[in-house]
């Protein structure tokens, strides 16, 4: 799967109607947080100190087994959620804020709405 691919020009929803391919690219995004063991993993990611998490960390928080996680996390990358970098035996994760700003700016609305 390719990563979420917004233009950063992307309107809002109230603007004017998405075609079928961007509607498919976001549909992607959104189906991503959809699940909330992932959207408690980018929350955790999100909200860590210097921006970034090992995948140690956020195994721990969970009641669900590492294979699970690893799903999870293979999701949010896949989607442009996600970064990661290997670091020895461990990988960290970071959260790619464009990807994140692009998906919240579709569905700001304009004040007269």
């Not at 189906?31 to 063991?37: C, R, S």
């Not at 956020?58 to 699970?68: D, G, K, L, N, R």
């Amino acid at each position: 799967m390719e990563p979420l691919e917004l233009l950063e020009c992307s309107p809002p929803l109230a603007r004017e109607p998405l075609d079928a391919e961007r509607a498919a690219a976001v549909a992607r995004g959104f189906k991503a947080l959809g699940d909330p063991v992932r959207l408690r993993i980018l929350s955790i990611v999100a909200s860590r100190a210097g921006g970034e998490v090992c995948v140690c960390d956020i195994t721990a928080a969970f009641e669900v087994s590492q294979p699970t996680i690893s799903h999870h996390l293979k999701v949010l990358k896949e989607v442009g959620l996600l970064t990661s970098e290997r670091r020895a035996s461990w990988v960290y994760y970071r959260l790619v804020p464009e990807t994140l700003g692009e998906l919240s700016a579709l569905l700001s609305l304009p004040a007269a709405v």
